[in-house]
T-cell receptor, first 115, second 122 residues
Framework: AQSVTQLDSQVPVFEEAPVELRCNYS??????LFWYVQYPNQGLQLLLK??????LVKGINGFEAEFNKSQTSFHLRKPSVHISDTAEYFC?????????????FGTGTRLQVTL | GAVVSQHPSRVICKSGTSVKIECRSL??????MFWYRQFPKQSLMLMAT?????????EQGVEKDKFLINHASLTLSTLTVTSAHPEDSSFYIC??????????????????FGPGTRLTVL
């Protein structure tokens, strides 16, 4: 079965500390991988994506993620977070089946940055 | 980057009425748009895929007659919630594919998301 799992529903962290948000997927086909951020009452903003090539992907706002095919993971990291990073983060997967570019989203992780 | 707008941003209506939500691609032509629903503190659930000039493709469990989708032009898709009830209250988000943003092979085209519409049915 094809699925996306974000095990951590909430991640509290102090400002300037590092953070990792976990994402795992299950798929029998190739995938494209994405991380989106959502601020309250707003749409989604793309942080970064993995399509092919280097497994370490750098995105906006200092975030990066690493694709690990053997562990079917795509964890999001930031070495030093800011208060403004407080938001909901969604991992998304496009299962490459030749049809329309449908995205399947994880359940989201609430990143709460405090002083 | 490509911009997608939604109107209205927030709507409150009485139970039994119909509500129309618009999704527009402002600086590109989108042959494909998607409609998602997001309940509080939950993830986005795909409702339907909207293709310009043809009928929408609905996900399993989504009522076609309740959520009417029209993609009449390359820059506009509309979602009409008919005979809305309180359980339809949700955050509705659209996205549009910019065919000019391909990368990683022909199967990838970036989706750009609208800001969402908060529907409250009293």
């Amino acid at each position: 079965a094809q699925s996306v799992t974000q095990l951590d529903s909430q991640v509290p962290v102090f400002e300037e500390a590092p953070v990792e948000l976990r994402c795992n997927y299950s798929s029998s086909v190739s995938v494209y991988l994405f991380w989106y951020v959502q601020y309250p009452n707003q749409g989604l903003q793309l942080l970064l994506k993995y399509l092919s090539g280097s497994t370490l992907v750098k995105g906006i706002n200092g975030f990066e993620a690493e694709f690990n095919k053997s562990q079917t993971s795509f964890h999001l990291r930031k070495p030093s977070v800011h208060i403004s990073d407080t938001a909901e983060y969604f991992c998304a997967v496009q299962f490459i089946t030749g049809t329309a570019s449908k995205l399947t989203f994880g359940t989201g992780t609430r990143l709460q940055v405090t002083l | 980057g490509a911009v997608v707008s939604q109107h209205p941003s927030r709507v409150i209506c009485k139970s039994g009425t119909s509500v129309k939500i618009e999704c527009r691609s402002l600086d590109f032509q989108a042959t494909t748009m998607f409609w998602y629903r997001q309940f509080p503190k939950q993830s986005l659930m795909l409702m339907a895929t909207s293709n310009e000039g043809s009928k929408a493709t609905y996900e399993q469990g989504v009522e076609k007659d309740k959520f009417l989708i029209n993609h009449a032009s390359l820059t506009l898709s509309t979602l009409t919630v008919t005979s809305a009830h309180p359980e339809d209250s949700s955050f509705y988000i659209c996205s549009a594919i910019d065919p000019g943003s391909s990368g990683g092979g022909s199967s990838y085209n970036e989706q750009f998301f609208g800001p969402g519409t908060r529907l409250t049915v009293l």
